[in-house]
């Protein structure tokens, strides 16, 4: 096992809405971290296949080989013992559990890398990302562009009507949107519209 000095560990978290650049973002620190040498591990949820199932992959089709993992369990069971670098995309989607798992590796000495949706598409925050976000020693915070408005974006806009917060889509179901270009349809609506396929 190598002997990481634990004044190395952090955790990284990227986070912002859809197309405002995090897997991009994501694969340039891997891609760093590699030529650096690092020992690196990328993992993203089985959840979210828009592109490929083992590889991170970017709206403007920049690709990194991952991992696959349905769980946080299943992450633990496949970490490299030796790993100095981890990168997780999409994090938002995975269980409780990997907040304390990243801790816990980021006390070990290992570099961690977090990318994740902040809010979800009604601006509500998304799954284990506040707690990540009050845990990480750095937190970058991108947004994308409005696509009404042409101002930076800090919301997912739904272009679907689905009650549901995992809907997992890329242009087809969502667009970036302002604050102020950004709506929500009324509880209500949500199960009276129900799951459109
Ligand atoms: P995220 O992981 O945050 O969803 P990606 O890294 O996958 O973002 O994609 C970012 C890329 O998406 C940009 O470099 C750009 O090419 C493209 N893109 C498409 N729509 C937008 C938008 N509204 N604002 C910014 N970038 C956009
Ligand atoms: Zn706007």
Do not use: N, W
Not at 22 to 29: D, F, G, V
Not at 149 to 178: D, K, M, N
């Amino acid at each position: 096992m190598v002997e990481h000095s634990p004044r190395q560990g952090s955790i990284e978290v990227i986070c912002g809405p859809m197309f405002s650049g995090k897997s991009e973002e994501l694969i340039r620190r891997v891609k760093r971290a590699t030529i650096a040498r690092r020992r690196v591990q990328v993992f993203k949820p089985a959840l979210d296949d828009r592109y490929d199932a083992s590889a991170v992959a970017s709206h403007s089709q920049q690709k990194h080989e991952a991992v696959p993992v349905g769980s946080t369990a299943e992450l633990a069971s496949r970490l490299d013992p030796l790993v100095e670098v981890i990168a997780v995309d999409e994090v938002q989607f995975l269980d409780d559990p990997i907040v304390e798992l990243l801790e816990r590796l980021a006390d070990r000495g290992v570099r961690v890398i977090a990318a994740g949706l902040d809010q979800d598409f009604a601006g509500a925050p998304f799954g284990v990302m506040p707690a990540l976000l009050a845990k990480a020693e750095y937190v970058s915070k991108l947004q994308a562009i409005c696509m009404v408005c042409g101002a930076p974006a800090s919301r997912s806009q739904r272009l679907v009507r689905s009650g549901g917060q995992v809907l997992v889509g890329a242009a087809e179901a969502y667009e970036a949107r302002c604050r102020h270009c950004h709506t929500v349809p009324p509880p209500s609506d949500h199960q009276l519209l129900g799951e459109v396929p």
